[in-house]
């Protein structure tokens, strides 16, 4: 147990870290994603919606090669793959942790990855947007987090590749207080701990 909040403070305080680097992020103009490949939810208010509408057409992310080796130093480290994740995120309705058909392409591209990296070891974090206690949030995150780990292993991920913890909404993406940017904080985050 001790581990496990050791290893959650050490991650909380690289994502601090990571944040502090950079201003926050937000949706570019006409409503594009921040998120290279990212694709939002139709709608948002959860009901009534005709699915995922893509908000921006990027180029294919990079993909590191963390085999690369320049003497005996591997020249991409996990900090390096986790700045130019070739895994994307998912996004979810409103109060939701279903994931839609968009989540599940998306989570069929991530898989491709895993598999052919089988070494290393993912963090599924569930994140939500500021509505509601954080109590609830923890929990809703923590369910999609888990939706995301069970597609993944039923479509061939093993399961020992893949961890989840939920961060509630206390790492928002996007620290607007409208829906524009609530819909980026409505996620399923992927993260290298180590390879």
Sequence with gaps: MYRRRLVLTILAAAALIGCAKQPPATPAAGGASAFPGAVAPAGGSG?????PTR???PPPPI???????TGSAVTSSVEAINDNSPLKPVFFQYDSDTLDEEARKVLNENAG?????????????????ERGTPEYNLALGDRRALA?????????VPAGQLHTVSYGKEFPFDAGHTESSWVFNRRAHFMLTSK
Aim: hydrophobic letters at 35%; one cysteine or more; charged letters at 10%.
């Design 47 to 51: 009901g009534g919606t005709t699915g």
């Design 63 to 69: 993909m590191p090669n963390p085999g690369a080796v």
């Design 113 to 129: 990855v895993l598999k052919a990296n089988g070494s290393w070891t993912i963090t599924i974090e569930g994140h939500c947007d």
């Design 55 to 57: 908000i921006d057409n």
């Design 148 to 156: 995301v780990q069970n597609y993944l292993v039923s479509i061939g």
